[in-house]
């Protein structure tokens, strides 16, 4: 046994094994273990919560003329105005007042919180209205941001990129309500909407000027963004990219014979078509079996809101046009007809304006009929064949509910 400088003879504490200093340790709470666990799996908690936000806006969000839809979206769009005006008056180079600072840390949640809540309509909007491969594009880049808007990296650049998704929004706001409110579509309204997208960026920069005195910096963070986003939405405006919101397609079909009838709540149709049960992924009969005589239907339903009245005579309504194009086998794809005295002067159905048109004895070969608005902005397209019948056995043709 050891002695002590003193002769006193000293106790040396036994060495403590080291499972049992494993053992006599605190083992971590659930709170704890919980928030390891999302920790670890961050992207997943963030992709789960990100599909379930977007599957219940598809689940709930039935039509884009619900007023009450309308209120919400035009309440997130003000709070989010001023969230951001809040965010640009105390983030330059100045503090918070106290009575704000407990809740400061909280207001980059809120902010992408209701910028998910405003885009994640949008896209879906979008896509109900998108048809061909320039509006999928542009619903694809939509969808992106819907996706950026929640990641932490694309969070960490601040002010500037929420203010570029604000402008986006205003603008796709504006581009519905606006028709909803006034009971039809033009072009002309969706300029209006760049031009209120554009006051909002206009208000916000003059108003951060005045708080932050650095014209430059206001003018780099606050009006680029901003007009620039704009810019680029009358660029793809001209292209014909952006759908033409709130108006869609709700169902289309190609067929041998359309009937008017008379039904409990006014006119109603019978679809005439020979195709087998079996092809489910065919809308009547895209492989059209024609005879001499002839004529190829399609026939369509498109939603329009429930503002949408018959306008006075000179307006008539919102006008559509259904182009024919077909297959040539020396000039390609060009157009074989088109049937421009179409008006969608009513809207509100569940079912949609229902419409037909026809072409007769058409030429065999590959086949595209397009609906599209009045400035060309294309609504639905559907493909068929025309493969040549030479029968002469009677047929017997089955009837859907149009």
Request: proline fraction near 6%; charge should be positive; charged fraction near 20%.
């Amino acid at each position: 046994m050891p002695v002590g400088p003193l002769g006193l003879v000293s106790e040396v504490p036994a060495a403590v094994p080291p499972e049992d200093l494993v053992a006599t340790e605190k083992a971590p709470t659930l709170k704890a273990r919980v928030r390891d666990f999302r920790t670890r799996h961050a992207k997943w908690e963030l992709a789960l919560f990100f599909f379930a936000s977007f599957a219940y806006d598809i689940a709930t969000l039935r039509r884009i003329d619900n007023w009450f839809v309308l209120t919400k979206q035009g309440l997130f769009l003000g709070v989010l105005g001023l969230l951001l005006l809040v965010e640009l008056r105390w983030s330059w180079d100045t503090e918070p007042p106290r009575w704000l600072a407990r809740v400061w840390r909280f207001r980059e949640d809120a902010l992408h919180f209701f910028l998910g809540g405003l885009l994640s309509p949008y896209t879906l909007f979008y896509f109900k209205s998108a048809s061909g491969l320039t509006a999928f594009l542009f619903l694809a880049g939509v969808f992106g941001l819907l996706v950026a808007n929640e990641l932490p990296r694309f969070r960490a650049r601040g002010p500037v990129v929420r203010l570029g998704l604000f402008s986006f929004c205003v603008t796709s706001y504006f581009a519905y309500l606006l028709p909803v409110a006034l009971g039809y579509y033009s072009g002309t309204l969706f300029m209006l909407a760049v031009g209120l997208s554009c006051a909002a960026t206009v208000l916000t920069f003059f108003l951060v000027r005045a708080w932050s005195g650095a014209w430059r910096r206001t003018l780099r963070h606050v009006a680029l963004p901003g007009l620039g986003v704009q810019v680029l939405l009358l660029g793809l405006y001209l292209l014909k990219a952006i759908p033409p919101v709130p108006l869609s397609m709700l169902s289309s079909g190609i067929y041998h014979g359309v009937e008017v009838v008379k039904g409990p709540k006014g006119r109603d149709y019978r679809l005439l078509h020979e195709r087998s049960e079996w092809r489910l992924w065919e809308r009547g009969d895209q492989d059209f079996r024609a005879r001499s005589g002839d004529r190829v239907y399609f026939f369509a339903s498109v939603f329009a809101p429930t503002s949408f009245k018959p306008q006075h005579a000179r307006d008539r309504g919102t006008r559509l046009v259904i182009r024919w194009y077909h297959d040539d086998s020396e000039k390609g794809w060009t157009q074989y007809h088109a049937y421009d005295d179409l008006y969608l002067e009513q809207g509100g159905r569940e079912q949609g304006f229902r419409t037909f048109a026809y072409v007769t004895n058409p030429r065999p070969g590959d086949w595209r009929v397009s609906m599209e608005t009045e400035d060309g902005r294309e609504i639905g397209r559907l493909s068929f064949t025309v493969t040549p019948d030479d029968s002469t056995a009677p047929r017997e043709f089955k009837v859907d509910a149009g």
